[in-house]
T-cell receptor
Framework: AQKITQTQPGMFVQEKEAVTLDCTYD???????LFWYKQPSSGEMIFLIY??????QNATEGRYSLNFQKARKSANLVISASQLGDSAMYFC?????????????FGKGITLSVRP | GAGVSQSPSNKVTEKGKDVELRCDPI?????LYWYRQRLGQGLEFLIY????????KSGLPSDRFSAERTGESVSTLTIQRTQQEDSAVYLC???????????FGSGTQLSVL
């Protein structure tokens, strides 16, 4: 089974509007972390936001917020007030803490296009 | 340096040749990761170093792939007898021990002709 699932096709949003990018995950580990990264056409991976499984509140970083629904195993990224520079690939990732495995497992990504 | 440095940024090679990809992590970062990203795809985990040891090599796709790290610093990913399916961007990332955030390099674009 996939650990991280991002199934949305390419997403489009009008500039200045909000957009939600979906991510569901699968783990039996009680302790884990969830991440979102942005990858513009230049190829660099830019960290956006992190949510720990025991965090009581949803993470926020500027225009980015993470809608964490633990029971549903979802960690959707909300981008408010979209900007043209937000056009990029967005990857959801998870780190499970138990054992020696400390890697991040990434989803397949979602392409976001912001329209002027 | 200020960020994770990878070299070369681009590598074109012929099928069957060996290649070495280099990663210079952020100073003080003890954890180092290699990922592969095929065109239009997500990131595939290859190997993780903690210091100079590699507790997780589970992502290396075949015995043609190997990696080492010396001095808790530079890491080299070696691909022997390259195949066309090895063509991808190879990304390196580093973090502090126990750090949540991975810092990525700009990657090496490998093209096997």
């Amino acid at each position: 089974a996939q650990k991280i699932t991002q199934t949305q096709p390419g997403m489009f949003v009008q500039e200045k509007e909000a957009v939600t990018l979906d991510c569901t995950y699968d783990t039996s580990d009680p302790s884990y972390g969830l991440f979102w990264y942005k990858q513009p056409s230049s190829g660099e991976m830019i960290f956006l936001i992190y949510q720990g499984s025991y965090d009581q509140q949803n993470a926020t970083e500027g225009r980015y917020s993470l809608n964490f629904q633990k029971a549903r195993k979802s960690a959707n990224l909300v981008i408010s007030a979209s900007q043209l520079g937000d056009s990029a690939m967005y990857f959801c990732a998870m780190r499970e803490r138990t054992g020696a495995n400390s890697k991040l497992t990434f989803g397949k990504g979602i392409t976001l296009s912001v329209r002027p | 340096g200020a960020g994770v440095s990878q070299s070369p940024s681009n590598k074109v090679t012929e099928k069957g040749k060996d290649v070495e990809l280099r990663c210079d992590p952020i100073s003080g970062h003890t954890a180092l990761y290699w990922y592969r990203q095929r065109l239009g795809q997500g990131l595939e985990f290859l190997i993780y170093f903690q210091g100079n040891s590699a507790p997780d090599k589970s992502g290396l796709p075949s015995d043609r792939f190997s990696a080492e790290r010396t001095g808790e610093s530079v890491s080299t990913l070696t691909i022997q007898r390259t195949q066309q399916e090895d063509s991808a961007v190879y990304l390196c990332a580093s973090s502090f021990l126990g750090g949540e955030k991975l810092f990525f390099g700009s990657g090496t674009q490998l093209s096997v002709l």
